[in-house]
T-cell receptor, first 114, second 116 residues
Framework: DAGITQSPRHKVTETGTPVTLRCHQTENHRYMYWYRQDPGHGLRLIHY???????DKGEVSDGYSVSRSKTEDFLLTLESATSSQTSVYFCAIRRLAGTPNEQFFGPGTRLTVL | GNSVTQMEGPVTLSEEAFLTINCTYT??????LFWYVQYPGEGLQLLLKATKADDKGSNKGFEATYRKETTSFHLEKGSVQVSDSAVYFC???????????????FGKGTLLTVNP
């Protein structure tokens, strides 16, 4: 257990509305990641952070923004949700100890955009 | 860029059958390789890992060997149980050089169903 929580766990929203998903970690990890999971695609990286206020894009970043104002929270925002953003979103952290490129995942948020 | 190809599912087996899920990869340098498992309604859990060529990762009766010559990391288990029913993901991570920050690249996942 890497102390990762995600909120909300489920959300239904309408096209065009803004949505913010939160990832919270309790172990002070520097690296955090947001992925989306879709059938036939596996998990794809949206954005990641390597420190407070330090973020970068992943392979499917269009339509998403992120913010990290403190170590424990990494927020993913859909400025204007579209039906193509219906997905399950996972947050992950990377520990610097042990195997450095091993990531641990949160429980996920299921988002439905109508 | 990096990529992971794993066998298409779904895979359906009877309890105590032998399991193989194939995984091959394309990457520069010397990536680390992982198998993650996702049980119904849950997040991903790391199942096993290997960080260099010829390493064998193992956990819960599952094994996979890092084969650099064939760029493969096939998952095997000698006798599956109903409780092994899940989605299995093969993944690789680069070595973090050049600002890549150890990003994971995943395969598309393989759904395994084990019947009693």
């Amino acid at each position: 257990d890497a102390g990762i929580t995600q909120s909300p766990r489920h959300k239904v929203t309408e096209t065009g509305t803004p949505v913010t998903l939160r990832c919270h970690q309790t172990e002070n990890h520097r690296y955090m990641y947001w992925y989306r999971q879709d059938p036939g695609h596996g998990l794809r990286l949206i954005h990641y952070s390597y420190g407070v206020k330090d973020t970068d894009k992943g392979e499917v970043s269009d339509g998403y923004s992120v913010s990290r104002s403190k170590t424990e929270d990494f927020l993913l925002t859909l400025e204007s949700a579209t039906s193509s953003q219906t997905s399950v979103y996972f947050c992950a952290i990377r520990r610097l100890a042990g195997t450095p490129n091993e990531q641990f995942f949160g429980p996920g948020t299921r988002l439905t955009v109508l | 860029g990096n990529s992971v190809t794993q066998m298409e599912g779904p895979v359906t087996l009877s309890e105590e059958a032998f399991l193989t899920i194939n995984c091959t990869y394309t990457a520069t340098g010397y990536p680390s390789l992982f198998w993650y498992v996702q049980y119904p309604g849950e997040g991903l859990q790391l199942l096993l890992k290997a960080t260099k060529a010829d390493d064998k990762g193992s956990n819960k009766g599952f094994e996979a060997t890092y084969r650099k010559e064939t760029t493969s990391f096939h998952l095997e288990k000698g006798s599956v149980q109903v409780s092994d029913s899940a989605v299995y993901f093969c993944a690789l991570s680069d070595q973090g050089s050049g600002g890549s920050n150890y990003k994971l690249t995943f395969g598309k996942g393989t759904l395994l169903t084990v019947n009693p």
